[in-house]
């Protein structure tokens, strides 16, 4: 870990997470125990027995936008992942609209949980005990959980997100070992799921959509290159184990309980109870109490991923301070904890706002405040991993440099093309995530591109009225530069001067959640 003089400004925790720790935080986002029991019923119900290999599909996918997200990784050494890899490659104009979407996009994914937080818990108490609770003082006090998470250090963090993973993903590989051990409903376990007669089918768009759904928050990897042990290495390798982590494990997990109930039955106990499939599996398989334990992991398993977007998001708030683009304040670092715990306060409070307006409007936490704001919390950051995987093939066509033509042009052009496929099919199939209206619905959909054009006439402005600010944003910083600004709010780099554009041979970091961040050329602005 780095030391600082006395005199120096508090920064992040430098040098403090493992690809371990990292890989803990992203699929912790993705909520595994979760995303399983709660969703891949109703892929199973829509898709059939070949919804296993949609999740497999969707992981490559991912897998193939790594690599060039990866590449731009060791390109940019700032702290704004997805937007500054977009503003290199897209021009600053795109890359501030880009800030935009994600910090309303990760805190669509966020906030929108607390409602789930607050239903699950729900269902759980009465499950277990027989009582009715509220939902809205659970997610009050979820809220006041996962501030103080976020308030601690980085490697707190980072502890907490190892044990309740292993607890989540530990009661599912509980399930399919009952089921393999088993034999399954019919005594013989079968590949039927990955035949192409039971993948091509009409439902597989629909599996698909849920499918690209369940990887959210993988790509947020790039957000900790501050704090990662060699960078360089640590952020590509914890990126690829994500997707390789969650894409094996979610078919694997699908296609036990398609064998647990037998292929021809499956989809009618999906459609008959969808929330209950996997509970009645696991039951049967392994035992009332392990039923029991599921219940509870699966409120720890919301716990975790709201405590690993909350972690993401205060530190893409803490970039855009460091920017100057949003208030110096936000950009505080804890003297002791070394959290950029004013981001981490202000994003709480934001949440309370949302939950508890949800609340007055006597709005359903589970169909209207889960579903109402993640899906365009979602629809944001996969809007994001295109602009970077773009953003990836044009910084590469413009600037000199030593890597691949696999790397800088094939993956991130192949993953751009299966990138708007992906935003197709969920714009085109949001009724299945919302159960709204259709005016809710294009409602929905409609607030990314809103966010993005209103991001570019912020742009505007600030090229306008703020010049200094335009300048120096999304470039690298000087290698000696302190990364956070001062506890009395002064930012931590001077708002007078540009920072240096970098040259294209200087070595780079990551960014969050999409790839592609060029050298920010003036053409480009």
């Known amino acids: 870990m780095s030391s600082r003089t006395p005199d120096e400004p ?34 199973l119900g829509l898709g059939g027995i070949g919804a296993p290999a949609g999740y497999l599909l969707a992981g490559i996918t991912l897998a193939v936008f790594a690599v060039g997200f990866t590449t731009m990784s060791r390109h940019v050494r700032g702290g704004g992942a997805f937007y500054a890899y977009i503003a290199r490659g897209l021009g600053k104009p795109v890359g501030i609209a880009a800030a935009l979407i994600a910090m309303v996009g990760y805190n669509g994914m966020e906030i929108g949980v607390y409602g789930l937080l607050g239903s699950a818990t729900a269902d759980t108490t009465h499950a277990l005990w027989g009582v009715d609770t509220p ?58 799921s990955f035949a192409p007669g039971n993948v091509l089918v009409p439902g597989t768009a629909a599996v698909l959509a849920f499918a690209f759904s369940a990887f959210t928050g993988f790509e947020s990897t790039v957000i900790y290159r501050r704090e990662a042990r060699d ?47 996997f509970f009645a599996a696991i039951t049967t ?50 003297p002791r904890h070394r959290s950029p715990y004013v981001a981490g306060a202000v ?62 042009l094939v993956a991130p052009g192949t993953a ?13 199939k949001v009724q299945l995530f919302t159960g709204a209206s259709a005016t809710v619905d294009t409602v929905l959909v409609a607030v990314v591109p809103a966010v993005f ?5 912020l742009a505007h402005r600030l090229r306008r009225t703020r010049p200094e600010i335009y300048a120096r944003f999304a470039e690298e910083p000087p290698a000696d530069q302190p990364t956070a600004p001062l506890e009395s709010g002064a930012p931590s780099c001077p708002q007078s001067t540009p920072r240096p554009t970098s040259s294209s041979s200087a070595p780079a970091s990551v960014p969050p959640p999409s790839p592609a961040t060029p050298l920010s050329p003036s053409a480009t602005d």
């Open 10 to 43: 508090p920064g992040l925790r430098t040098g403090t997470l493992s690809t371990a720790d990292i890989s803990f935080f992203v699929v912790s986002a993705a909520a595994p125990l979760t995303v399983m029991a709660g969703v891949a019923p109703i892929a």
């Open 135 to 192: 939902w809205l003082p659970i997610a009050l006090a979820g809220l006041l959980v996962i501030w103080y998470g976020g308030y601690r250090s980085i490697d707190f963090g980072a502890k907490v997100l190892g044990v309740l993973l292993v607890a989540e993903t530990g009661i599912l590989v509980l399930l399919a070992g009952g089921v393999l051990l088993d034999g399954g409903a019919t005594g013989e376990l079968s590949l039927g």
């Open 231 to 277: 960078p360089d290495r640590t952020i590509p390798r914890a990126t690829y184990i994500a997707v390789a982590f969650l894409g094996l494990f979610y078919a694997f997990v699908v296609w036990t309980v398609i064998q647990a109930f037998g292929e021809d039955r499956v989809v009618a106990a999906a459609a008959q109870d969808p929330g209950g499939l």
């Open 285 to 334: 398989y392994v035992g009332p109490w392990a039923a029991d334990l599921m219940h509870v992991f699966i409120v720890t398993s919301i716990i975790a991923s709201l405590l690993a977007f909350h972690n993401a998001i205060n530190r893409y708030a803490l970039a855009l301070a460091e920017e100057g683009v949003l208030p110096a304040a936000l950009g505080r670092i804890h």
């Open 347 to 408: 994003q709480t409070a934001l949440g309370a706002v949302v939950v508890l307006g949800f609340a007055a409007a006597g709005a359903d936490p589970y169909a209207q405040l889960l579903l109402w704001v993640n899906t365009p919390g979602m629809l944001g950051l996969m809007a994001l991993m295109l602009l970077a995987a773009l953003a990836v093939v044009r910084h590469f066509r413009r600037v000199p440099h030593t890597e691949g033509a696999l790397r800088t």
């Open 416 to 428: 751009a093309v299966l990138l708007a496929v992906a935003i197709y099919l969920v714009a085109s």
């Open 453 to 457: 054009l209103l991001g570019l006439l």
